[in-house]
Every structure is written in C-alpha cells, then in structure tokens.
C-alpha cells in the first residue's frame, strides 16, 4: 500500500510536533500563570506589563506573531548590532506559548477572581501576607478550575503547531505537503494527516484529563 511508504516522515513529522505542543504548552503555562497573577497585582508596573503582553499577544495572530520572531527579529537585531537570529524551533516554540500564554493568563485571572471572598476575609482575619494569601488560599482553589480550560487551550495550541511548517520546521504538516507536492497524493496524504492529528488530540484530551483529575484528588486532600 502507498500509505505505508509515507508513515516514516510522517511520524518524524509527529514527533517533532509533539516536541512543539510539550515545550509551547509548558512554557505558555509559566506564561500565562505570570501574567494572570501579575493582572491582578496592586502594583502598577506589573500589571500595566502584564496587561500589555496578555492584549498584544491575544489580539495578534499567531502567524504574524511567528514570522515577526522568525523573520523580522533577526533584522531589528542587525539594526541596533545584536544577533536575534531564532532556530526555527525556538521561534515556533516561543510563538506559540506566548500566544497560549496571553489566553491561559485570562483562565488564570478568571479563576483566581472566582474564589469567594470569604476565603479571603478569612485569610486577613489569619494575618497572611497577600503572597501567602495566593498561595495558601487562591491558587489551590483556582488551580483545578482552571483545567479543564487549559485543557481545551492544550488541543488547541497542538493544532497550532501546523503554522510553523511555513517557517520550514518539520513537523507534521511540513512533511505531509513535503510528500504531497512529490507524489501528488493529496487524499490519501491530508487523510493521513487529518487522522494523525485527531489521533494526538485524543490522546491530548486523555493526558489533560488524568491531570485533571490528579489535581482535583490533590485539591480534596488539602481540604
């Protein structure tokens, strides 16, 4: 069968867009954790900061956003005599967490401005700290709230990753038009695709599920 003869790329294709979806997600959680927590802070520098990264990076797309980092960077950089050259998987990887970053930190803050106030009425009355009063009593409270919105954030930005094909990067989707402009076998090819990205969203969904879960078990043996 014809199909078994594109399976090689393709699954190193797979491997590198698993490698994108881990890093981006991880590092767009950090993203998105710093900038949804740094909204709410009562200092102004942090949260005019934090507001600017979350608006500029959700109200940009993220194909600009890609080639900026990828292309544009590099020539700003020349401009004032620095070298801003990205790899092209550091720039997909910071492209991406930075776009799931800045909606993650609208989860984060939604969350943490969701547990009650008398949660925190009682942690005044304890004399916590602001920083103890987040980390003893918002953030285990917010934090299993937020998965399930992070989940859908995590499938989403797995679909992402088909953008940085056109920085060249060999993903998925990179080597499917790779095979597809040297066989001309567009359905069996973009059906194979099709599959293989359903497939690692399923899979996605399972793992984001048992973290789910994993961190409501936690949340019920703190209480």
């Given at each position: 069968m014809e199909w078994l003869s594109y399976s090689t790329p393709l699954l190193q294709g797979a491997w590198v867009t698993i490698q994108l979806t881990v890093y981006s997600t991880i590092?767009?959680?950090i993203f998105a954790f710093a900038w949804g927590v740094?909204?709410?802070?009562?200092?102004?520098?942090v949260k005019s900061i934090?507001?600017?990264?979350?608006?500029?990076?959700?109200?940009?797309?993220?194909?600009?956003?890609?080639?900026w980092l990828y292309f544009a960077l590099p020539i700003l950089g020349q401009a004032i005599g620095i070298d801003l050259r990205l790899p092209p998987v550091v720039a997909g990887?910071?492209?991406l967490a930075l776009n799931i970053g800045a909606y993650g930190a609208e989860v984060v803050r939604g969350a943490i401005q969701a547990v009650p106030g008398s949660q925190h009425e009682a942690a005044q009355a304890l004399d916590f700290t602001p920083r103890q009063t987040l980390w003893r009593i918002s953030l285990?409270?917010?934090i299993p709230e937020m998965m399930p919105s992070f989940g859908n954030l995590?499938?989403?930005?797995?679909?992402?990753?088909?953008?940085?094909?056109?920085?060249?990067?060999?993903d998925l989707a990179f080597r499917a038009e790779q095979i597809r402009n040297f066989t001309q076998d567009s359905v069996t090819v973009y059906t194979l695709l099709l599959f293989m990205y359903f497939g690692m969203a399923l899979v996605l969904t399972a793992i984001m599920k048992l973290l789910e879960r994993s961190v409501g078990r936690w949340r019920a043996g703190r209480t």
């Open positions: 590092l767009g959680a740094g909204k709410l802070s009562h200092n102004w520098a934090s507001v600017f990264f979350i608006e500029v990076f959700r109200g940009t797309s993220l194909l600009v956003q890609l080639f990887t910071l492209a285990p409270q917010a995590a499938v989403q930005n797995l679909k992402d990753t088909a953008l940085v094909s056109l920085i060249s990067l060999g």
